[in-house]
């Protein structure tokens, strides 16, 4: 699933529900340290915040609608929700995240892009 356009998404509010969740700094994630966080570092990074879970109010360990309701994402649960199930799965989740912060879609953050996710609000701690 490709975004055309960037969104100021999750702001104050994902802030409120993560607190606790410390990310001082998205390269963090590069768990290789080779200066850039791939996808799968990424999912592994941020899956170990334990975000995802916390929104999955039923702990069935899937987002329906009410429950992304919750987290105030700018982006359309439809959209997200790559196989139409009506429910998001957290790879459809990190999907959708990663894609929207990697401008020039080659698979992996370096730092640029990880300084507008930040500066964007997602991550901005
Ligand atoms: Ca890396
Ligand atoms: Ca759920
Ligand atoms: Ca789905
Ligand atoms: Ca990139």
Same mark, same amino acid.
């Given at each position: 699933?490709?975004?055309?356009?960037?969104?100021?998404?999750?702001?104050?509010?994902?802030?409120?529900?993560?607190?606790? #969740?410390?990310? =001082?700094?998205?390269? +963090?994630?590069?768990?290789?340290?080779?200066?850039? #966080?791939?996808?799968?570092?990424?999912?592994?990074?941020?899956? =170990?915040?334990?975000?995802?879970?916390?929104?999955?109010?039923?702990? @069935?360990?899937?987002?329906?609608?009410?429950?992304?309701?919750?987290?105030?994402?700018?982006?359309?649960?439809? !959209?997200?929700? =790559? +196989? +139409?199930?009506?429910?998001? !799965?957290?790879?459809?989740?990190?999907?959708?995240?990663? @894609?929207?912060?990697? @401008?020039?879609?080659?698979?992996?953050? @370096?730092?640029?892009?990880?300084? %507008?996710?930040? %500066?964007?609000?997602?991550? +901005?701690?």
């Amino acid at each position: 699933m490709r975004h055309s356009k960037k969104h100021p998404l999750l702001l104050g509010s994902l802030l409120i529900l993560g607190s606790g #969740v410390a990310m =001082a700094d998205g390269l +963090d994630f590069d768990a290789d340290a080779n200066g850039t #966080v791939d996808r799968g570092e990424y999912y592994i990074g941020a899956g =170990a915040t334990g975000q995802y879970n916390t929104w999955d109010m039923n702990d @069935d360990g899937l987002l329906d609608e009410n429950e992304y309701g919750r987290i105030d994402a700018d982006w359309r649960f439809d !959209d997200l929700d =790559a +196989d +139409d199930n009506d429910f998001l !799965d957290a790879g459809e989740w990190y999907d959708a995240t990663f @894609d929207a912060f990697d @401008d020039n879609e080659d698979g992996h953050w @370096d730092g640029d892009e990880w300084d %507008d996710a930040g %500066d964007a609000g997602f991550w +901005d701690v």
